[in-house]
């Protein structure tokens, strides 16, 4: 089952971050080898080599990996205090990023936490540093070496207003190694890299759409420290970072830095602060560094707010920002920070997977397989303090999609729906979905990292539904779930249990039906004088009996498969059957050729492996989404289909399991214990 959590309170903030490197050692171990052996410390797990910088294409120029002190002569790591000013972007396309390293300079206690002040070019310089990111709700410690792609003593990458200071060309390092490489870092959402220096939740606003208050909404969140980004969409590829007459870049990630009112001619005017991360080219129209609306202002206003220099900084008016800026990405710093009022809120987590075959059932458009995506019970008793409603934010997150680049992945399109839930705990089944719409679900599919909504639920309980847009399109996912007062949250269908019959006493001869009697002959032909067959003559008998039911195509039971039967019915041990122990199987085996017949819709010969959970349910065997993933990719082929032999196989292994588990669970405590000789015995005769 996923890995769940509960936190209460403001973030995690004061979660210990967790070493990375390869060989397990810490920053302060390697700082510490490295200075007793005089040596400056060479990154085996990011070695200063092309790969480091392109997975899909060479360097287009010769690039010389080499540390501050070769470039410069009084290399610092900080230069006075870190701020947005040290920024300035590179040739490598993450402006993304850079607009986030902007923002978190204005958060002095976030940016301490992702940038340990604790490291320098002083005495205990020793060529290596370290960053910390979050990531899926833990805090990774990252470090680095100091050598850096440069070209003519030039910085290639990100770099600051003072060729002397390197905290930030550093940073980009450490998050490039978090991903990869820097060619990873190529493209992205302002969000994500807010998030990971945060442990934040996002919200994103289309201007065009945005609320009434929309001002209030940006000029509180900044107020609480949150960080926000904006930008301009593009139509096509061509208009990414296509300067226009006004100065605005399309498909450029800015930063939002601040937000101010300001008397103007006997009225107000809300004024915005934006910051582009090349450090230069800026907004050329009303409110401008140089325009004439400053002279109306009060002179210590205008002292106070206006930086007049070409630094990629500039003020809008509010109104003017909504008609050119498309988009804006709002992360705030806790779930605190998300609603007018200071709130306490509970997360719930979990981490979890679609699996093709199993998991993979893409989104409602897709009802055959949608039913079959993880389903979490979320249980709102308690309203809110202020009214009879449930404040509910969820976070639906894609995990490590950025670092996957390299063979081939991108970001899937991801959303989520809510349900209201039906009584019991069960998973919910297709017929369910079928017949009852949605009570809530994120806006749109969108290939973005994260997606989260927030929605005002009545008390009660809800089924949430993580899924990718198309089905058997595989990815790891992280879901949050913030809620103002505490909320259950479980995983659905996370049991493991069977309900197994005893078999039936064996009936006398004189009391078997036609269809007994027949197999008691057939069976004869076959047994010897100890009247029992042994596993190929198992084989050859129901492939005899089997090829004659017309509705079963199938090529034959495999030796493997009776296998298999033999270990479940050969209760006394002596590696053959016996008509009565044959004659018990007999009856399971017509009870799992209807069930096989019932999925089998276009009589194919095979089952959709997305149906194996009811199917085997119906068996009595109740089986969690980990089980059901492992089950998928053993017995179905390329097109998510099991066919009878493998689905025989895979029910005889799991009530043969499920047997041997209960009998050695003499206390019914869902534990067995086992020594080492138990273990290979029961592993061999599965």
């Not at 009996?545 to 199938?554: G, H, P, Y």
Request: hydrophobic residues 35%; contains cysteine; aromatic residues 10%.
């Amino acid at each position: 089952m996923p890995l769940q959590s509960t936190l209460s309170g403001r973030g995690s903030g004061s979660q210990k971050a967790i070493d990375t490197q390869s060989d397990g050692k810490s920053f302060e171990q390697l700082r510490r080898e490295c200075l007793q052996k005089g040596v400056l410390f060479e990154d085996p797990d990011f070695p200063a080599t092309d790969s480091s910088l392109f997975f899909s294409q060479s360097c287009p120029v010769s690039i010389e990996w080499k540390r501050p002190k070769e470039i410069c002569d009084n290399p610092r790591f900080i230069v006075g205090s870190a701020d947005r000013t040290d920024i300035c972007q590179g040739q490598l396309g993450d402006c993304w990023l850079l607009a986030a390293i902007a923002n978190l300079t204005l958060k002095k206690d976030a940016l301490a936490r992702v940038v340990p002040h604790d490291q320098d070019f002083d005495r205990n310089y020793a060529g290596i540093f370290h960053f910390q990111f979050w990531q899926h709700n833990k805090w990774l410690d990252v470090v680095v070496d100091d050598l850096l792609p440069s070209v003519r003593n030039n910085l290639i990458m990100v770099h600051s207003a003072s060729n002397n200071e390197f905290w930030s060309a550093l940073l980009e390092k450490a998050y490039a190694k978090l991903h990869g490489s820097y060619e990873s870092l190529k493209g992205g959402s302002t969000m994500e890299a807010m998030e990971d220096f945060t442990g934040g939740v996002g919200e994103m606003y289309d201007t065009k759409d945005a609320p009434d208050n929309f001002y209030s909404v940006m000029k509180k969140g900044k107020d609480r420290g949150s960080m926000m980004s904006c930008s301009i969409n593009t139509s096509s590829s061509a208009e990414s970072e296509a300067k226009l007459p006004n100065g605005l870049v399309k498909g450029h990630a800015y930063s939002i830095t601040g937000l101010e009112e300001v008397n103007y001619r006997g009225r107000k005017v809300k004024l915005i602060r934006i910051r582009n991360p090349w450090g230069q080219v800026e907004w050329n129209g009303p409110w401008s560094d140089k325009s004439g609306e400053w002279d109306y202002v009060d002179k210590a206003d205008k002292n106070r707010i206006l930086q007049n220099s070409d630094d990629g900084e500039f003020w809008m008016d509010f109104e003017d920002f909504k008609r050119n800026y498309d988009k804006v990405e709002i992360c705030n710093m806790t779930p605190d920070a998300l609603t007018d009022s200071k709130r306490h809120w509970e997360v719930n987590m979990f981490e979890g997977n679609w699996i093709r075959g199993s998991t993979a059932g893409g989104c409602r458009n897709y009802i055959d397989t949608f039913w079959t995506n993880p389903q979490f019970k979320l249980k709102l008793e308690d309203a809110d303090d202020e009214d009879d409603m449930c404040s509910v934010v969820i976070a639906l997150m894609q995990k490590n999609r950025r670092k996957l680049r390299k063979e081939g992945l991108d970001l899937e399109t991801i959303g989520f729906a809510v349900y209201e839930a039906p009584e019991g705990d069960d998973y919910l089944d297709k017929d369910f979905f079928r017949y009852h719409a949605s009570k809530a679900r994120s806006k749109t599919y969108i290939n973005m990292r994260e997606v989260a909504e927030r929605f005002t639920l009545s008390p009660g309980s809800y089924v949430l539904v993580p899924t990718t847009f198309q089905p058997h399109h595989e990815a790891d996912f992280l879901v949050r779930i913030f809620s103002e007062k505490k909320a259950g949250a479980v995983e659905m269908g996370s049991n493991v249990d069977a309900d197994l019959p005893d078999p039936p006493l064996p009936s006398a001869p004189e009391e078997e039906t036609d269809e007994e009697k027949g197999l008691r002959r057939l069976f004869d032909q076959l047994a010897g004088d100890d009247q029992a067959i042994s596993v190929r003559e198992l084989q050859q008998m129901l492939n005899g009996v089997l090829s004659r039911r017309k509705e079963i195509k199938f090529e034959g039971l495999s030796l493997s498969t009776c296998h298999s039967i033999m270990n479940l019915m050969d209760v006394d041990g002596t590696g053959k059957l016996e008509f009565q122990e044959f004659k018990v199987f007999w009856e399971k085996m017509k009870k799992w050729i209807m069930l096989f017949l019932s999925f089998d819709t276009d009589r194919s010969g095979k089952m959709s492996s997305y149906e194996l959970r009811i199917a085997l349910k119906a068996a009595g065997m109740h089986l969690n989404n980990d089980l059901l993933q492992l089950v998928g990719l053993r017995f179905a082929d390329n097109k998510y289909d099991i066919d009878f032999d493998d689905y025989l196989t895979c029910i005889v292994r799991l009530e043969n399991m499920f047997r041997v588990f209960q009998a050695m669970d003499v206390n019914k405590r869902g534990r067995v214990k086992m020594n080492i000789m138990q273990f290979l015995m029961l592993s061999m005769n599965v």
